[in-house]
């Protein structure tokens, strides 16, 4: 079993900064893809940004630039760096992991991002 346990989140002015971390249990970690993906208000999931087991990295068009993921196999922890953090960043922010990027099969809990402009 996996379990994927969220933290960083809160509120941040606009221009600010957040490092959202997440930290995995099990094997399973080393091996799988890493997401970070969010649910704004009223919108479906989707994938913000992504690291695969072999470290390639993809970003959603609207953060290239401004986040980045880092994944430490070492300390089973993916993390996402949020610069220039902008109100329709606001979103429920969840850690996820699996085969493939598209369909994660393991969840965090989510936590809370909240961006004031």
């Known amino acids: 079993q996996v379990q994927l346990v969220e933290s960083g989140g809160g509120l941040v ?9 997440c930290a995995g249990s099990g094997s399973f ?3 799988s893809d890493m ?3 969010r649910q704004r208000p009223g919108k479906q999931r989707e994938l913000v940004a992504g690291v695969t087991a072999g470290g390639k990295t993809t970003y959603a068009d609207s953060v290239k630039g401004r986040f980045t993921i880092d994944r430490d196999n070492a300390k ?3 993390e996402l760096q949020m610069n220039s953090l902008k109100p329709e960043d606001t979103a429920v922010y969840y850690c996820g992991s699996g085969w493939v990027l598209s369909t994660p099969r393991y969840w965090g809990q989510g936590t809370q991002v909240t961006v004031s402009s």
Not at 13 to 21: D, E, F, H, T, V
């Open 29 to 31: 970690f080393k091996i």
């Open 13 to 21: 002015q606009a221009g600010g900064s957040l490092r959202l971390s």
């Open 76 to 78: 089973n922890t993916v």
């Open 35 to 37: 997401g970070w993906y």
